[in-house]
């Protein structure tokens, strides 16, 4: 036997902890911190979702190599790992969306398909998929591609939900947190445990950023008005707790020679075809429905009215927009504009997250009027909120573009 093939078949002590319920908290937990370090990274350092995804792509495969040379399962390690891969799994998404213009229902397919491929390789290989079986390298190999995947398609997918067909993160919550019930039940009546775990898996993505939004969104746009640092934070010191008591505690360890039952559980295959044959029927018309009834309401809008006569001596009038109403983003600008001209950073860059929060929401409505002028102004904003939250703001630069925005809102 060669050596590749040694160290792929050698055998290890499990590397990933037992299924429990600390399992799915820290999972959550992760997955929101995740994306705001994204956020965060992003926009407020300034990198950009390029100098972002290198930076998190170097720690993450830093952090995998440790992963990969230890022969055990260690909380800190491994969560560490998670942690990451959900940062960059997200920026994976995030850049074929915002820089290469890949649609999300695009993204959505594709890594729907390439994590498909992910199991079928994984599957024939080594014939289980069994999370309690990871104890060679190839099997860890197969099984942090499909925690990469499983991290981009739940990024797609609930961006798809939330922002294209305009449900809002808590609605989409809502959906995804019910989806995951209903595995859960199903699970404990019979279905069999590894597709029901990665089912759970992939839908505790969007269910964790919904949280996270909840919770750190302005009261006016039906969030608790905490914050983005502070979410983080809480999460954050959540986190640590937890794995600091795992660590400690080792109830999450499974016991070296113990018996995978999942893997002799019966009637995998047929149970996979029929879940995934109601889960794309259940999206697909869900879809359909939705983009239907967006189409209708873009369609039925009332069109926007002239610019009035301009009184001699007056200000230039706004100039109607092919995306309808606009006033109330001017108005969120005009205020974060007038915030920064007095002198009062923190008021304007508190002000603005009220503009990000409000043009998301309105995409779904606005987006299918005129894609043009949609992706034109949403790259401006994008523009203001790394300004504006950068660690070392340019009151120059901040002001140069809210003025640039507000002439293409006006």
């Given at each position: 036997m060669t050596t590749s093939h040694a160290m792929a078949?050698?055998?290890?002590?499990?590397?990933?902890?037992?299924?429990?319920?600390?399992?799915?908290?820290?999972?959550?937990?992760?997955?929101?911190?995740?994306?705001?370090?994204?956020?965060?990274?992003?926009i407020s350092l300034n990198l950009g979702l390029t100098g972002t995804s290198v930076v998190t792509g170097l720690l993450l495969a830093v952090v995998l190599v440790l992963q990969f040379r230890a022969d055990r399962y260690v909380a800190v390690r491994y969560w560490l790992a998670v942690t990451l891969v959900s940062v960059f799994g997200t920026l994976v998404t995030d850049n074929l969306t915002d820089n290469l213009g890949v649609p999300l229902e695009a993204?959505?397919?594709?890594?729907?398909?390439?994590?498909?491929?992910?199991?079928?390789?994984?599957?024939?290989?080594?014939?289980?998929?069994?999370?309690?079986?990871?104890?060679?390298?190839?099997?860890?190999?197969?099984?942090?591609?499909?925690?990469?995947?499983?991290?981009?398609?739940?990024?797609?997918?609930?961006?798809?939900?939330?922002?294209?067909?305009?449900?809002?993160?808590?609605?989409?919550?809502?959906?995804?947190?019910?989806?995951?019930?209903?595995?859960?039940?199903?699970?404990w009546l019979g279905l069999h445990p590894v597709l029901g775990f990665w089912v759970v898996y992939v839908l505790t993505r969007p269910l964790g950023a919904s949280i996270g939004d909840l919770l750190s969104q302005p009261g006016d746009l039906g969030g608790l008005g905490l914050g983005a640092t502070v979410t983080s934070l809480v999460f954050l010191v959540a986190i640590i707790g937890i794995v600091t008591y795992l660590a400690v505690s080792k109830v999450d360890v499974i016991p070296a020679g113990a018996a995978p039952a999942d893997e002799t559980a019966p009637g995998g295959l047929w149970q996979t075809a029929v879940v995934l044959v109601v889960l794309l029927a259940a999206g697909g018309t869900g879809y359909a429905l939705r983009t239907s009834a967006l189409a209708q309401e873009a369609a039925v809008a009332a069109p926007a009215e002239p610019a009035p006569t301009q009184a001699a001596g007056a200000a230039p009038a706004a100039v109607a927009?092919?995306?309808?109403?606009?006033?109330?983003?001017?108005?969120?600008?005009?205020?974060?504009?007038?915030?920064?001209?007095?002198?009062d950073q923190s008021g304007a860059t508190a002000r603005v997250d009220a503009l990000e929060t409000s043009w998301d929401s309105a995409e779904a409505r606005l987006k299918p009027r005129d894609k043009a002028a949609w992706t034109e102004i949403d790259g401006r904003i994008d523009a203001v909120l790394r300004q504006l939250r950068s660690t070392s703001p340019d009151p120059t630069r901040e002001q140069a573009a809210l003025t640039d925005l507000l002439t293409a809102l006006s």
């Open positions: 078949g050698r055998r290890l002590l499990v590397k990933v902890p037992e299924i429990t319920l600390w399992f799915w908290i820290v999972k959550i937990l992760c997955t929101t911190v995740g994306e705001t370090a994204a956020d965060f990274l992003n993204s959505t397919l594709l890594f729907g398909a390439l994590l498909a491929l992910t199991f079928l390789a994984w599957y024939r290989t080594e014939r289980t998929l069994s999370v309690h079986s990871i104890d060679t390298r190839r099997r860890e190999a197969f099984y942090w591609l499909a925690i990469l995947f499983t991290f981009a398609l739940g990024t797609a997918t609930g961006d798809l939900m939330a922002e294209v067909l305009g449900l809002g993160y808590l609605a989409t919550g809502t959906i995804v947190a019910a989806v995951i019930a209903l595995t859960a039940l199903a699970w927009s092919p995306l309808g109403d606009l006033s109330a983003f001017r108005t969120i600008t005009q205020d974060t504009l007038t915030l920064l001209e007095a002198g």
